[in-house]
């Protein structure tokens, strides 16, 4: 949960609309039982984002898992051991690449990397943080 | 009234709202499209639609 608000957090430091957030929920946690509740959809609340609820975990698979998706970027900081699905995870397209510059999790501890690398990737202006 | 049919309403109506809970979806925010349930197909063509962007994935456990 606390990686949803990093990610909003980040978001809000840049507002350029050329960027959009693809934010897909999946159950991982025993406690995952349930669709995202209105309070947990709310964590991401930038009107760039769209929000997916991945019950299947499929997007894991299509990516390859964390084997081979989660370090193929460039620039990879993955910080704990995924196990057999990826989560707790950011990926940064470029304009035009179907490939990530970055990837990293747990997104929390990430975050400043993201801040860097859209800087670096959009070429945006960022604002101070909140 | 029977104690057992207060019980067993009590049960109905938990099960109810355990129901509700897990299968109704939440609201996404002002300004977002709503929840959508994951389809790869889906997905694909909103993801290759916003290639001219700059693109975030992110994937995170609900709790």
Do not use: C
């Not at chain 1, 608000?5 to 039982?33: G, M």
């Amino acid at each position: 949960m606390r990686g949803a608000s990093a990610i909003e957090s980040a978001l809000e430091q840049f507002h350029d609309p050329s960027v959009r957030a693809f934010i897909v929920w999946e159950p991982v946690l025993p406690t995952d039982w349930a669709t995202p509740s209105t309070s947990t959809l709310s964590r991401v609340r930038d009107a760039r984002a769209l929000q997916f609820w991945d019950r299947k975990r499929a997007l894991s698979n299509v990516l390859g898992g964390p084997a081979h998706f989660a370090r193929s970027a460039p620039v990879n900081r993955i910080e704990f051991h995924m196990r057999d699905v990826i989560w707790d995870f950011v990926a940064l397209y470029p304009p035009g690449s179907d490939r990530p510059s970055f990837t990293g999790a747990p997104v929390v501890q990430v975050i400043d990397d993201v801040r860097n690398e859209l800087t670096r990737v959009a070429g945006l202006i960022s604002l101070p943080p909140r | 009234m029977k104690p057992k049919f207060w019980v067993l309403a009590i049960v109905i109506a938990a099960l109810a709202a355990g129901a509700y809970y897990a299968l109704v979806p939440g609201h996404t925010p002002a300004g977002q499209p709503p929840l959508a349930n994951f389809e790869r197909a889906a997905f694909d063509q909103q993801f290759r639609a916003a290639a001219g962007e700059t693109r975030l994935l992110v994937m995170l456990s609900p709790t």
